[in-house]
C-alpha cells in the first residue's frame, strides 16, 4: 500500500465556516506535510510533522491549524478563511524526513473558498 | 536559501519523439538531492526520477534519464519515446542533506503536452 488518502476531494467553504481536511497513510511512514498549490504554481511547504511533532511552520497564518493525532493521520482545520486561501491542499508523507526518502503525495484537496 | 528554476513553463512533443525539460537551481551547498515530480490532471504528484548530487553518474529510470551537470547547477530531464500518458505537468525539485529546513522546494514547473 503505497496511498496516501485526502479527504475530501473538493471542499466549499463560506469564510465564516470551520471545516477540516484530512490525511491517512498506512506505509508506517514517521513525516508527514501539508503543502498548498495554487492553480499553475509549485505546491508551497506549510507544515512538517516528524513523529507526530510539528518541526516546520512555515509562517503559515493561525486560521490554518494542523493536527497530527497519530502517526497515520495528519489534519488541517480550516477556520474564518479568506478567497484567497482557495488553492488545491496536497498532503505527503515520508518515511522519515532523511532526504533520500520518497515522499508519496495524495491526490489532494481542491478548497474553494466563497 | 535555495531557489529552483525552470524556464520552460510549456513543451510539446510528438508521440514517441524525445524531449528535454529544463532546471536550474542555485545553492551553496555540496550535497544535496534533485527529484522530479510528474503532476497529472488528476492532480496527485508521483515521483519520477531522483539524483544525488554526490554520484556523478546519471540517474535512469526506463524512458527517464536525467543530464546532472554539478558545476552548472542544471538537472534537466529527458524522455524517450514519449507517450500521450506523459502528459503532465512536471516539476524539478531540490532537498537539502541535513539541517533543520531539508524539505523539498519545487521549481513553478513546465507543463508538458504530447501530440498523437
Known amino acids: 500500500d503505497t496511498e496516501v488518502t485526502q479527504t475530501p476531494k473538493h471542499l466549499v467553504m463560506g469564510m465564516t465556516n470551520k471545516k477540516s481536511l484530512k490525511c491517512e497513510q498506512h506505509?508506517?511512514?514517521?513525516?508527514m506535510y501539508w503543502y498548498k498549490q495554487k492553480a499553475k504554481k509549485p505546491p508551497e511547504l506549510m507544515f512538517v510533522?516528524?513523529?507526530?511533532?510539528?518541526?516546520i511552520n512555515e509562517s503559515v497564518p493561525s486560521r490554518f491549524s494542523p493536527e497530527c493525532p497519530n502517526s497515520s493521520l495528519l489534519n488541517l482545520h480550516l477556520h474564518a478563511l479568506q478567497p484567497e486561501d482557495s488553492a488545491l491542499y496536497l498532503c505527503?508523507?515520508?518515511?522519515?524526513?532523511?532526504?533520500?526518502?520518497?515522499?508519496?503525495f495524495g491526490q489532494g484537496t481542491r478548497l474553494t473558498v466563497v | 536559501a535555495q531557489t529552483v528554476t525552470q524556464s520552460q513553463p510549456e513543451m510539446s512533443v510528438q508521440e514517441a519523439e524525445t524531449v528535454t525539460l529544463s532546471c536550474t537551481y542555485d545553492t551553496s551547498e555540496s550535497d544535496y538531492y534533485l527529484f522530479w515530480y510528474k503532476q497529472p490532471p488528476s492532480r496527485q504528484m508521483i515521483l519520477v526520477i531522483r539524483?544525488?548530487?554526490?554520484?556523478?553518474q546519471n540517474a535512469t529510470e526506463n524512458r527517464f534519464s536525467v543530464n546532472f551537470q554539478k558545476a552548472a547547477k542544471s538537472f534537466s530531464l529527458k524522455i524517450s519515446d514519449s507517450q500521450l500518458g506523459d502528459a503532465a505537468m512536471y516539476f524539478c525539485a531540490y532537498r537539502s542533506i541535513g539541517g533543520n529546513n531539508n524539505d523539498m522546494r519545487f521549481g513553478a514547473g513546465t507543463r508538458l503536452t504530447v501530440k498523437p
Open positions: 505527503a508523507s515520508s518515511r522519515d524526513r532523511g532526504v533520500n526518502t520518497e515522499a508519496f
Open positions: 539524483q544525488e548530487a554526490y554520484k556523478q
Open positions: 510533522y516528524s513523529y507526530e511533532k510539528l518541526s
Open positions: 506505509m508506517g511512514h514517521r513525516a
